[in-house]
């Protein structure tokens, strides 16, 4: 056998005993007529130490070559307390070069080490031990994922990887299909439809950790293929849905952090979200709550107010030169402001870029207090104010990271106005059911109904969302004519859902995890690229496949496809 033992599992209970390890020469040092190896594979590292003849032999090793060391266990007279290992080392009596390796086109040693480096050669970046506990505490997670469901009596169904293209959300991954010329396939960027279908079926509890694809810009929490934790229930409210998925997040955290997550969870509407925090996945670490001046802002003279339909500010302590004013202005810009505006408390009284304009403040203010204003429509002065407000938590060191806050949004808009196709899209999917409240105002103002969807946030991040589906036919046609999606259109894209419904379908509701953004969040990464074995880069390229990339005329007239310049 190539190993009795891992590089990571000998203690001082294995003294006396003959063992053989085989891993990667982490590090080399010379000491006389002797040689000591720190041998590594993904369990941890053990110092082997060669004598004479078998230490010269270990000198003209290079790092990351893979060994074999047979030897005896022997206790150290001083433990090394910065290995797991630390007590023991092996006295080797034999060494079998496995394979060599050249030199390594990165530095596994150096953190500063470039990403589009780390991708290209990722099968190297992955012998980095942060990198391998990344993708163990995932797995850990994964198996702790499917424990809760199991227990909680859920099935797990796969459901198909090539679908139809239903584009109502992001762009689809297409795929053409050589036996249907002219035809293609959709990857899924969601199980969504198949899941409902599923209910129909009476499979009342179904869950599936599914790879996922959408062709849409990406971020730091975006990729294009990602995995989720897909799940939908029969004979639910959402209650039902906020109990099981508290549980698993509590069951997950303990069994991969160790830590007692309290439950339930906060809620508060979508509408309060954006009042208070101008974002749909408010961060509750850190306070800095926006406030909302519009009465106050019209009694002025100043013409921006007077124009304005909104006027909101947040209020922070402390001293902000011109430039750091600037770096200010230029966030709220990013979504859409027009400026930032703004004033201080000195103890000569108002200063600020509106200070002429008004005789006191909207808000009380002690010395050095500055309010940050934004004015304009509620579209841009609600994510502008909110994007300021993560940024001064961030700058000023108001977050706490050791918390963990989550927070369930609801009452979400059905639909919202898309400026580019001129009609209302839905907010999250067209099978999310309205508030049956405001069901009414489907036909004269789409804009004002309420859906029963909900999102769990964590720490500023949507870990996930889902609604209440809608299980009647005739009500989810009325979604669809208020979509403006003509009848021959709803037949061709959505028929076989639609006749599903019609044959008894039960009241039915579901979420999605984004199981790359919990795992982010679990090892404390900065972005889901930290978390997954072989991710895509922001312009959705792999560089060590060197994808996508070109394919032969001959591919191309198969499938009966030519590409245009």
């Known amino acids: 056998m190539y190993r009795t033992h891992t590089c990571g599992e000998l203690r001082a209970g294995n003294a006396g005993e003959k063992v053989t390890l085989a891993g990667w020469v982490q590090k080399i040092r010379t000491h006389g007529n002797l040689c000591f190896i720190d041998l590594r594979d993904r369990y941890g590292v053990t110092q082997v130490t060669f004598k004479d ?3 010269a032999e270990a000198q003209r090793l290079h790092k990351e070559d893979v060994i074999q060391a047979k030897g005896a266990v022997i206790k150290k007279p001083e433990a090394n307390k910065a290995l797991a290992t630390g007590e023991v080392e092996v006295a080797a009596a034999e060494l079998a070069v496995l394979n060599k390796a050249k030199p390594l086109p ?3 040693d150096n953190p500063d080490t470039t990403e589009e480096t780390r991708l290209k050669y990722r099968y190297l970046d992955l012998r980095r031990p942060a ?6 505490l995932r797995s850990k997670a994964a198996v702790a994922v499917r424990e809760y469901f199991d227990r909680e009596g859920f099935i797990e169904v796969e459901t198909p990887i090539l679908g139809k293209s239903t584009p109502e959300g ?13 035809k293609f396939y959709a990857l899924p960027q969601s199980p969504q439809i198949f899941k409902q279908l599923f209910q129909v079926a009476g499979l009342d509890k179904y869950v599936q950790i599914v790879k996922c694809f959408r062709d849409e810009d990406l971020r730091a929490d975006r990729q294009p293929e990602f995995t989720q934790i897909d799940l939908e229930m029969s004979f639910v409210d959402e209650e039902d849905i906020y109990r099981v998925m508290e549980g698993m997040i509590k069951h997950v955290w303990k069994k991969a952090l160790g830590v007692d997550v309290k439950t339930p969870f906060p809620r508060i509407p979508y509408d309060e979200a954006m009042l208070r925090y101008g974002s749909d996945k408010p961060d509750l670490r850190f306070g800095l709550e926006l406030q909302d001046v519009t009465a106050w802002a019209h009694k002025t003279d ?3 107010f007077k124009e304005a339909a909104t006027v909101r500010c947040l209020k922070a302590n402390g001293e902000f030169s011109r430039k750091q004013i600037d770096q200010l202005t230029s966030v709220v810009k990013t979504y859409g402001a027009a400026g930032l505006l703004t004033l201080k408390q000195t103890k000569q009284g108002l200063e600020g870029s509106i200070a002429k304009h008004v005789n006191e403040p909207p808000v009380p203010l002690k010395e050095n207090d500055h309010l940050f204003l934004v004015a304009g429509t509620e579209r841009f002065v609600a994510p502008a104010l909110g994007a300021l407000r993560l940024h001064l938590g ?30 209302y899209v839905a907010m999250h999917h067209p099978f999310t059911s309205p508030n049956l409240e405001d069901r009414h105002l489907l036909k004269k103002a789409p804009e004002k109904a309420r859906s029963r969807a909900y999102d769990l946030t964590l720490n500023g991040v ?3 969302g889902g609604s209440i589906r809608i299980h009647d036919p005739e009500l989810q046609a009325e979604v669809f004519d208020a979509l403006k999606i003509s009848k021959e259109e709803q037949q061709r894209k959505f028929g076989f859902l639609l006749g599903a419904l019609s044959y008894g379908a039960p009241p039915h509701g579901g979420i999605a995890f984004g199981f790359d953004r919990v795992i982010m969040l679990l090892a404390g990464a900065d972005n889901i690229r930290e978390v997954i074995a072989f991710p895509k880069t922001k312009d959705a390229e792999d560089l060590m496949m060197d994808a996508p990339n070109t ?6 007239d198969e499938l009966g496809i030519s590409t245009k310049k």
Do not use: C, H
Not at 170 to 182: E, H, K, Q
Not at 551 to 556: A, G, R, Y
């Open 394 to 423: 961030k700058t000023q060191g108001l977050i706490d990271k050791d918390q963990w806050r989550f927070l369930w949004v609801t009452d979400f808009p059905l639909m919202d106005w898309s400026e580019e196709d001129q009609r």
């Open 551 to 556: 394919v032969s005329e001959e591919q191309l």
């Open 302 to 304: 100043f013409a921006i």
């Open 106 to 108: 990165l530095d596994l």
């Open 462 to 464: 949507e870990l996930g």
């Open 170 to 182: 992001a762009r689809d991954y297409l795929v053409p299909s050589r036996v249907n010329p002219g």
């Open 131 to 136: 990198m391998q506990e990344k993708l163990m």
């Open 53 to 55: 003849k078998l230490a």
